[in-house]
């Protein structure tokens, strides 16, 4: 245990991962590893808040304080290059070496870039990191018409976030709807309207040929049938792509993500990997997986601190993730990939319901918007392993708690066979 453990990424699964380790008694040092230069923060206030508030400050994921009374040697500012396998032993950019015992990748995401012509432009930015961020708001205050390229959950935030401030917005998603397959259809309709009610333009089915520029600056985006969408700055959310570079060239296994087993260990058991770097197979669906949440970051974070706490116990948090578009905060629990049918709960024109997605009689999961009672006790239902039926599911919250209270109290019984 001489050189503990160390761990690639400051993020949300890097900073959890640190400290789980402290808090299951691990005693050797840690080291956390990270190539930005700010205390850890959390990411998902970047698209909600953050760039439209010139005096918003990053939220800490912990204070300073935490590494010091930890025990964290918190290292800002340094990236790795390389993992030497054999001497266990990491290559610092720049110089020098880093030797561990057991090696956390969490190494997360960046953002997929576009291969258009114009992409070079200044004013063509994406958001990931708390520095995107301060670009974006910067170039914002100065930009009266922006495009935002990408349908998808961080698009669709960022929109909302600056059409607030009085900004023109269009919002231009290559398939013909938005959210891709993250949420059903009547979930992306409903949030298209709401943010068109606001004065966004969405264009769907539509792609950009080329961005325009003057004096190396971004002043339109060009969609492929020809019409000029002036614009300042031109934000790209197409999606991440998972860091597996790192990884890959230590010749660990790589399948959309840097491969991990249930006990969050690649194919050598000293490394781990989670977080958004991070692929496996799911318990709850059997299907292999990567998902970006914070959830699942700070979940696999805790579990692989077990693992290296010499515990066995195999992952299986019930997914989760939200996202706040204006007026609509959007709850997702459990994986609805694969769904026959669904039951709607609430009321759509008031901004108010959720979707119970089933698989035959399995409930997959619960989309919600404005309903966060029942994102709640979707969660608590799936943890149990309770699947309630659609019928119950119509009888409402009332009827769900009392039925998810009977499931529990046969526990025993169920147990004892
Ligand atoms: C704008 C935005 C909004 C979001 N909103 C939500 C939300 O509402 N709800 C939700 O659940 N999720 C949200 N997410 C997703 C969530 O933030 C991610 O799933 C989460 O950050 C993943 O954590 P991670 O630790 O795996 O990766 P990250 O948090 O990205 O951390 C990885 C860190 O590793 C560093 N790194 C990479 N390679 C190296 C290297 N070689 N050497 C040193 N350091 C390295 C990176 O720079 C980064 O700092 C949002 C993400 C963004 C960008």
Same mark, same amino acid.
């Given at each position: ?23 299951? %008694? &691990?005693?050797?040092? $840690?080291?956390?590893? +990270? ?17 439209? *508030? ?8 912990? %204070? ?9 040697? &918190? ?7 390389? !993992? ?7 290559? !610092? ?30 004013? $063509? ?10 670009? !974006? ?34 919002? $231009?998603?290559? #398939?013909?709807?938005?959210? %891709? ?9 409903? #949030? ?20 325009? =520029? ?11 049938? %020809? ?8 934000? $790209? =959310? ?40 991070? /692929? ?8 292999? #997986? ?19 706490? =010499? ?13 706040? !578009? +204006? ?10 990939? =694969? +769904? ?15 979707? &119970? ?7 997959? +999961?619960?989309? /919600? ?28 919250? *009332? ?19």
């Amino acid at each position: 245990m001489k050189n503990g453990v160390v761990i690639v990424g400051a993020g949300h699964a890097g900073v959890q991962a640190a400290a789980s380790l402290r808090e299951d %008694g &691990y005693d050797g040092p $840690v080291i956390l590893v +990270g190539d930005e230069d700010e205390l850890p923060y959390h990411k998902p206030p970047l698209s909600k808040t953050f760039i439209k *508030d010139a005096e918003a400050k990053p939220q800490p994921l912990r %204070g300073e304080a935490f590494y010091t009374g930890s025990a964290i040697d &918190y290292r800002p500012g340094v990236r790795i290059d390389r !993992i030497d396998t054999r001497r266990r032993s990491l290559d !610092i950019a720049g110089g020098g070496a880093l030797a561990f015992d057991h090696l956390i990748l969490a190494t997360g995401s960046r953002p997929r870039t576009l291969p258009l012509p114009g992409a070079d432009l200044s004013g $063509v930015l994406s958001l990931r990191s708390l520095a995107d961020a301060r670009l !974006i708001r910067d170039l914002s205050a100065q930009s009266d018409e922006i495009v935002i390229l990408g349908g998808g959950f961080i698009g669709l935030e960022i929109a909302a976030t600056l059409r607030a401030t009085g900004r023109t917005v269009t919002v $231009v998603e290559a #398939v013909d709807r938005l959210l %891709g397959r993250a949420v059903a259809p009547v979930v992306a309709s409903h #949030v298209r309207q709401r943010l068109e009610a606001t004065g966004v333009r969405i264009l769907t089915g539509t792609s950009i040929a080329r961005l325009d =520029g003057e004096n190396g600056h971004v002043t339109a985006a060009i969609t492929s049938s %020809g019409e000029r969408l002036p614009a300042r700055m031109v934000i $790209v =959310g197409i999606g991440a792509m998972p860091n597996v570079e790192l990884a890959q060239s230590a010749g660990l296994g790589i399948a959309n993500g840097i491969r991990v087993d249930h006990q969050m260990r690649t194919s050598m058991p000293e490394i781990l990997a989670i977080g958004d770097a991070a /692929s496996y197979r799911h318990w709850f669906t059997g299907g292999d #997986v990567r998902l970006e949440s914070v959830q699942n970051a700070t979940d696999q974070a805790r579990l692989a601190a077990r693992t290296i706490s =010499g515990h066995t116990d195999a992952y299986s948090a019930v997914p989760w993730f939200w996202s706040d !578009i +204006g007026d609509m905060k959007l709850q997702m629990v459990g994986l609805t990939a =694969g +769904g026959d049918s669904h039951v709607v709960l609430g009321d759509l024109p008031e901004n108010k319901f959720s979707i &119970y997605h089933y698989a035959g009689d399995r409930l997959l +999961g619960i989309e /919600s918007v404005n309903r966060p009672g029942d994102h709640m006790l979707g969660r608590k239902m799936l943890g149990a392993g309770f699947s309630p039926t659609q019928e119950t599911v119509a009888e409402g919250p *009332d009827g769900l708690k009392a039925a998810l209270a009977a499931f529990q109290q046969d526990e025993p019984a169920r147990a004892a066979g």
